[in-house]
């Protein structure tokens, strides 16, 4: 179902138009009425390089994925605690309403993500998520998230 636009929210074509500038890299384009992005970001000179997606509906909220390479859980089997899924970042809290439609994703959502994976790394090797924020209990979907009551 697409999502109906909410005013002063950016249109499909204005997000696809501002990824394309802020993100020549990345193959970005409008197909049956989701804008999809995708391309290879390494967040530091030390960090890994990664394959990542985002799929946006307009005046939905954008779904990201890490796909290559897989976001692995520590040696001891501990699980990322800011993931909604094995593979999909939580960028931010959408009960928060630290990102909306009216909200250009390239100045956003990737930077976001970039973000988000040095703090991942930096888990990886100490067990201390150091990018704060709320975490997304294990199998819940940004859809019950954004249905939260705030504070939980």
Same mark, same amino acid.
């Given at each position: ?7 002063? #929210? ?18 970005? $384009?409008?197909r ?7 391309g ?18 307009? #005046? ?8 290559d390479? $897989? ?17 999909e ?7 928060g309403?630290e990102? #909306? ?32 924020g ?7 979907t ?7 009551d $705030?504070?939980?």
């Open positions: 179902m697409v999502g109906r636009r909410r005013k002063g #929210s950016l249109g499909l074509h204005e997000q696809l138009a501002r990824m394309k500038l802020a993100w020549p890299a990345f193959r970005n $384009e409008i049956h009425g989701c804008l999809q992005c995708s290879v970001i390494r967040s530091l000179p030390v960090t890994a390089a990664y394959a990542v997606r985002m799929e946006y509906h307009e #005046s939905n909220m954008p779904t990201v994925y890490v796909d390479p $897989e976001l692995r859980r520590r040696d001891n089997g501990e699980r990322c605690p800011h993931l909604y899924g094995d593979n970042p939580c960028l931010y809290w959408p009960p309403r990102w #909306s439609p009216q909200m250009s994703l390239a100045l956003t959502i990737i930077p976001w993500l970039h973000e988000w994976l040095v703090f991942y790394e930096g888990w990886l090797v100490t067990g201390e998520w150091q990018g704060g709320y975490h997304p209990t294990p199998g819940q940004k859809v019950s998230s954004d249905r939260a $705030e504070g939980t």
